[in-house]
């Protein structure tokens, strides 16, 4: 059949917006396939396919701002969107932070390792890579192995009417891996591989941390309550900091909802820690040469030598904050690419030796604040959490909770390795690369009956 | 709508593929947005997705497609790849799946609305987010506090669903709604201190709904009563103390520790990787798990309610289900595919969120039953306890047996009365000790919901659910954290 160009839709959105009369329109356009397959209990659930192309459409009139995303990307279909738009831009009221688009044209780095045609040309074979992660799960230890695989092939389009045109051709290919080593379910470890190219992909690698994780966590006590030294694993600190980045976007600073509001240039960490978004990683999830305003994108430092060194923002936010964009737009709400956290000078063994007693802490979810504005949170350790006894990974435990406060946690870093992971699953969203990390005097609390 | 022709097509082409079973959703969600920061209007915009999902059943093995641009000869090839990948799946499979047996529905249900939000101009839906930013900033301003917080959103939405399966079921539905929230941050001046807490409010009714919510004064009150709680909430007790929560953490808590774990694709480990498994096991049916007050029930078939539904995502006829009993498991939530493996019916939970989601099992309304206690009855013999009334915080563990909530506005209860506020009491505790604990229920009249939209699945399905009941009394307890 006939394949839409997600070009010539892009171009078509911002040529008809115009002659509807608005100032300006952007419109970015998704065109992606994207296979699935879940499995559990050892077993393929389902397996899917995406064929979608998803249209999102900027407009500002007399510095009134109106968007849309919409699926349906008939040209009737997305006149009728269109004209409700700028009906809605009409009688709406002027945002106080509008500004204009940045004009183009821009020149875009070219990224490396973000597209591999050997990632396109997968089809239902992609089912084979689950059973390998099964059953070196199994051969590890696991009893019962569940997870999700995605891949995934595409191209974003960026055009404005301030002569942006922007691609970005992609894929990624990823598997969650979860094992129990118990009937009960409460031995349970996990394993990721994230990657945009295929060599870099290793489903096996994945299960058998699964798989070993879960069973080194069999026959668990329940933890104590207390205030422990934490060693926090790379899908757990990755949840903690994806938190985190959040909290570095103005948009959140201005709504009240981050605990950095008041720490821009201030120390928050031991100086020998460094974060950044880095939005041209190779092989990075979410690499990107251009935020959604068609600026190109660049590195930043979130967090330089232990302080907070910007927040993230597109043109209004920087507007507002009387700064300069640092190409993070959304255009309501700045974000991050990929958040890289600069590795230490230890090993894993080192790390350990460093700590020598409290909690090692594989993974986490669930994690909840009381109050955004404050940091206070807690979250709820799984997929193996393990008592540190003098520098060695000693007996299992469960039922614990991390209670404590975002900022404090920073402040309170100790140590961190040189080995890091790319992690990016259901519970981690922006992508994070991070180490282990040790952090002093952490709350855990238990429940009380 | 146009395109059925398409989702009836999909059927045809299965069908001649010679799958077990197929199914299309032809879906349209359309949502109008409008966005308040701090009383700047950030955007206004529209959400619209249509397209055709289907899902096939070949050699017991299950595939899922979706396609958002309408062509026969797509559809035809989208099929034909969901039949391929189903048989891939199925040589991954040591049982094959089996769905329950179901009767033959051919229906359409709606919404029952009087004020249709697609009528309502945009303005006036924006009028009303500014009226509820300037109550909010009245009471900062009548307080002597800042509140310099206020994100609030105000959606509609409209869904149109045309559901056809190989077995003959047609079903047609159209469901209007409106949801919002507000996420309010106060600030007391002499101290510095914050206090924040999110709201929301959701409902399958027309914009009349938005007179009932009355949400510039249920905004104002919100945020007096957090200048209250930053000036005046004392430390709460740490001794052994009686409980009473109010419906809102008795609705949170119905969801988190009664509905999850009784959804039957947690308990057969089909949502392992991400959500999690459940504590609770096909063998625990029928047995007791907490005190005979204790009545929890789902129910899709409340009119107006956020979590409504006439028929299921598998065109099964929605029904009221009881998970607990007098403190007995009753039963559990299912979907096709977990009712063919128990060996049952299903009972309707089968929810899909768009056209590209694949139905799974969910909560829609979930509440504890009311009890025959007024609130000073419940209060009038504790000598020592506390009321909370509202929680920020809240998480529970990914087997739904060990879950903490933080109260927000909760209050000292001394010698039967009310008195002062405290800050944060925590109840961190097991999901046996809190149903085993409760002693006494409200009236019906205390009964009270609560909106939210319940996230699962992978990709998520965020969806709009109902969770409430009335106050409920629980003893010994020691809140800690």
Redesign the interface.
């Known amino acids: 059949m006939e394949k839409v160009d997600i070009y010539d839709l892009a171009d078509f959105i911002v040529k008809e917006g115009l002659k509807l009369g608005v100032d300006e329109v952007a419109a970015l356009i998704h065109g992606v396939v994207k296979r699935q397959v879940r499995f559990s209990n050892n077993q393929v659930t389902i397996a899917k396919t995406w064929d979608e192309i998803v249209a999102e459409v900027y407009m500002a009139k007399n510095r009134k701002i109106v968007m849309c995303t919409v699926t349906d990307i008939s040209q009737k279909s997305l006149r009728e969107t269109l004209n409700k738009l700028v009906h809605v831009a009409n009688v709406a009221k002027e945002s106080e932070n509008y500004e204009e688009l940045p004009e183009g044209p821009f020149t875009y780095k070219s990224l490396s390792e973000t597209y591999d045609s050997k990632i396109v040309q997968l089809g239902e074979q992609v089912v084979g890579f689950a059973e390998e992660a099964i059953k070196s799960a199994l051969e590890a230890g696991g009893k019962r192995v569940a997870g999700t695989l995605y891949s995934e092939y595409g191209e974003t389009v960026l055009v404005t009417s301030r002569n942006v045109e922007a691609r970005d051709k992609g894929t990624r290919i990823e598997i969650t891996v979860r094992s129990f080593a118990d009937d009960e379910g409460v031995a349970q470890g996990m394993g990721l591989s994230v990657s945009r190219i295929l060599s870099k992909f290793d489903p096996s690698k994945a299960g058998r941390k699964a798989g070993e994780t879960s069973k080194m966590a069999l026959n668990p006590t329940t933890g104590k309550p207390g205030t422990y030294n934490i060693v926090f694993g790379p899908y757990c600190f990755a949840n903690l900091l994806d938190f985190t980045s959040m909290a570095f976007s103005a948009f959140f600073v201005d709504s009240g909802l981050s605990p950095l509001a008041d720490k821009l240039n201030k120390q928050i960490a031991p100086g020998k820690v460094t974060i950044i978004d880095d939005p041209h990683l190779p092989n990075g999830y979410n690499s990107r040469s251009f935020d959604d305003e068609g600026v190109p994108t660049r590195q930043n430092e979130l967090i330089k030598n232990g302080t907070v060194n910007t927040f993230l923002h597109n043109v209004k936010t920087a507007k507002k904050f009387n700064t300069k964009t640092t190409a993070n737009a959304g255009w309501i709400v700045p974000h991050a690419w990929n958040i890289v956290f600069k590795t230490g000078d230890y090993g894993f063994d080192e790390l350990l030796e460093d700590v020598r007693n409290g909690i090692l802490i594989e993974n986490t979810w669930y994690t909840r604040f009381q109050n955004y504005r404050t940091g206070d949170f807690s979250t709820i350790p799984r997929d193996g959490i393990f008592l540190v006894e003098n520098g060695e990974v000693k007996k299992a435990i469960r039922g614990i909770r991390v209670s404590d406060n975002i900022v404090k946690l920073f402040n309170n870093i100790t140590g961190f390795t040189k080995e890091t992971e790319q992690v990016h699953w259901w519970e981690v969203e922006t992508p994070v690369i991070t180490p282990y990390v040790a952090v002093k005097d952490v709350k855990i609390t238990t429940a009380t009956k | 709508m146009e395109h059925e022709d398409l989702a009836e097509y999909a059927i045809e082409v299965g069908e001649k593929l010679g799958v077990d079973y197929i199914e299309a959703r032809l879906q349209?969600n359309l949502n109008n947005v409008f966005?308040l920061?701090?009383g700047?209007?950030?955007?206004?915009?529209?959400?619209?997705?249509?397209?055709i999902g289907v899902r096939v059943l070949v050699d017991g093995?299950?595939?899922?497609?979706?396609?958002?641009?309408?062509?026969k000869?797509?559809v035809k090839?989208?099929v034909e790849?969901?039949v391929?990948?189903?048989?891939?799946?199925?040589?991954?499979?040591?049982?094959p799946?089996v769905l329950s047996e179901e009767k033959i529905v051919k229906g359409s249900w709606k919404t029952i609305f009087r004020q249709n939000p697609l009528d309502v101009?945009?303005?006036e839906k924006?009028e009303i987010l500014?009226d509820v930013d300037k109550a909010i900033l009245d009471v900062g301003n009548r307080l002597k506090a800042m509140i310099?917080?206020?994100?609030l959103q105000l959606m509609d939405t409209y869904i149109y669903k045309y559901y056809v399966n190989s077995e003959g079921t047609k079903i047609r539905s159209e469901i209007l709604g409106v949801s919002g929230f507000a996420?309010i941050?106060v600030v007391e001046p002499s101290t510095g201190g914050?206090?924040?807490q999110y709201m929301d409010v959701g409902a399958t009714k027309g914009y009349e709904v938005l007179k009932e919510w009355n949400l510039p004064k249920k905004c104002a009150d919100l945020a007096e009563i957090l200048i209250k709680i930053l000036r005046e909430a004392k430390k709460p007790v740490t001794e052994e103390v009686d409980v009473v929560l109010g419906p809102q953490i008795v609705g949170i808590a119905c969801h988190e520790s009664v509905g999850h774990p009784y959804e039957a694709d947690r308990i057969?480990?089909?949502?392992?990787?991400?959500a999690?498994?459940s504590?609770v096991k096909k063998e625990m049916l029928g047995q007791k798990v907490g005190s005979e007050v204790v009545n929890v029930v789902d129910d899709p078939t409340i009119p107006n309610s956020y979590g409504y539904y006439r028929y299921d995502d598998e065109g099964v006829p929605a029904r009221k289900r009881y998970l607990i009993k007098n403190g007995v498991i009753n039963e559990f939530l299912h979907n096709r595919e977990t009712a063919g493996e128990f060996g049952i019916q299903s009972n309707a939970a089968a929810r899909a969120m768009g056209y590209?989601r694949?139905p799974i099992v969910r909560m829609a309304n979930t509440y504890l039953e009311p009890g025959d206690y007024s609130f000073e009855e419940l209060i009038e013999d504790i000598k020592i306890g506390v009321y909370m009334k509202t929680f920020?915080?809240?998480?529970?563990?990914?087997?739904r047996?060990?879950?903490?909530y933080?109260g927000k506005e909760a209050y000292l209860i001394e010698k039967g009365e009310i008195k002062h506020l405290v800050k944060?009491p925590?109840l961190?505790?097991?999901t046996p000790?809190f149903w085993s604990?409760v002693d006494a229920v409200g009236k019906a009249e205390l009964m009270e919901f609560e909106a939210a939209l319940c996230g699962k699945g992978?990709?998520?399905q965020g969806a709009p659910v109902w969770h409430g009941g009335p106050p409920a009394r629980l003893r010994?307890?020691?809140?800690?954290?």
């Open positions: 349209r966005l920061k701090n700047v209007p950030e955007a206004s915009g529209i959400e619209s997705s249509f397209g093995g299950m595939g899922f497609v979706s396609v958002n641009h309408f062509t000869e797509l090839e989208k790849e969901a391929k990948i189903a048989k891939a799946s199925s040589k991954v499979r040591k049982k799946i101009p945009p303005e924006l500014l310099p917080g206020r994100l996420v941050t914050f206090e924040q057969l480990g089909r949502e392992a990787a991400q999690g498994e504590f590209n694949e920020g915080e809240w998480n529970i563990d990914d087997r047996f060990n879950q903490r933080i944060n925590i961190e505790i097991t000790a604990s992978d990709p998520g010994k307890i020691k809140l800690g954290g």
